[in-house]
């Protein structure tokens, strides 16, 4: 079955510019999860989504949200950009409910965001 | 708060050689833990995870609460081996998906 589709793979944004990333999980998995990694920080947790409701969240600035649609396919945005926002966004998708491997993660290719 | 610590940046070993991975984790609840590889040019992918308590790709892991680890070990590194590994936890609070990463070790094995 497809995995997990991230689009754009790649893009390029300025300072103050806002950026909208997608995600579509695997079929069947109910849950998506976004990931932050820079070579920095390494991978941060930024939020997770589950039946379209947010179910945790991670310590990122306001500037940084999503939303969940009844497909499951998932948005992240980030408002007024800034250098330090630049980095690789990694999706990823489980089948989020109870029972084992409902919170197994597969990964998609990630958005590699540049801002300059 | 939750942590992972993976002390070592690069581990360098030949082949044939052992290799243990290190793994330390901060975690006041009963954490799942998981190992997740990152092959050149390839997505992060799951390798284990303690609760399923299987040997992949010769790998195995045992979760210690006491000594709070959960090191990743291999008896013979093969040149596949190469990539980089992460260690997760997650503390399941309010159920859900919140993995907290490590900062990886890139793992060589050198003929």
């Known amino acids: 079955k497809a995995g997990v589709t991230q689009t754009p793979r790649y893009l390029i944004k300025t300072r103050g510019q806002q950026v909208t990333l997608s995600c579509s999980p695997i079929?069947?998995?109910?849950?998506v999860s976004w990931y932050q990694q820079t070579p920095g920080q390494g991978l941060q947790f930024l939020f997770e989504?589950?039946?379209?409701?947010?179910?945790n969240k991670g310590n990122f600035p306001g500037r940084f949200s999503g939303r969940q649609f009844s497909n499951s396919r998932s948005e992240m945005n980030v408002s007024t950009l800034e250098l330090g926002d630049s980095a690789l966004y990694l999706c990823?998708?489980?089948?989020?409910?109870?029972?084992?491997?409902?919170?197994?993660?597969?990964f998609g290719a990630g958005s590699r965001l540049t801002v300059l | 708060a939750q942590r992972v610590t993976q002390p070592e940046k690069l581990l360098s070993v030949f082949k044939g050689a052992p290799v243990e991975l290190k793994c330390n984790y901060s975690?006041?609840?009963?954490?799942?833990l998981f190992w997740y590889v990152q092959y050149s040019r390839q997505r992060l992918q799951l390798l284990l995870r303690?609760?399923s308590r299987e040997s992949i790709k010769g790998f195995t892991a045992d979760l210690n609460k006491g000594e709070t680890s959960f090191h990743l070990k291999k008896p013979f590194a093969q040149e596949e081996d190469s990539a980089m590994y992460y260690c997760?936890?997650?503390?399941?609070?309010?159920?859900?998906?919140?993995?907290?990463f490590g900062t990886g070790t890139q793992l060589k094995v050198e003929l």
């Open positions: 990823a998708s489980s089948l989020g409910g109870q029972g084992a491997g409902a919170n197994v993660l597969t």
């Open positions: 989504y589950f039946s379209e409701t947010q179910r």
């Open positions: 975690y006041s609840g009963s954490p799942e």
């Open positions: 303690h609760i």
């Open positions: 997760a936890l997650s503390g399941l609070t309010g159920g859900g998906n919140k993995l907290t």
């Open positions: 079929s069947g998995h109910r849950s």
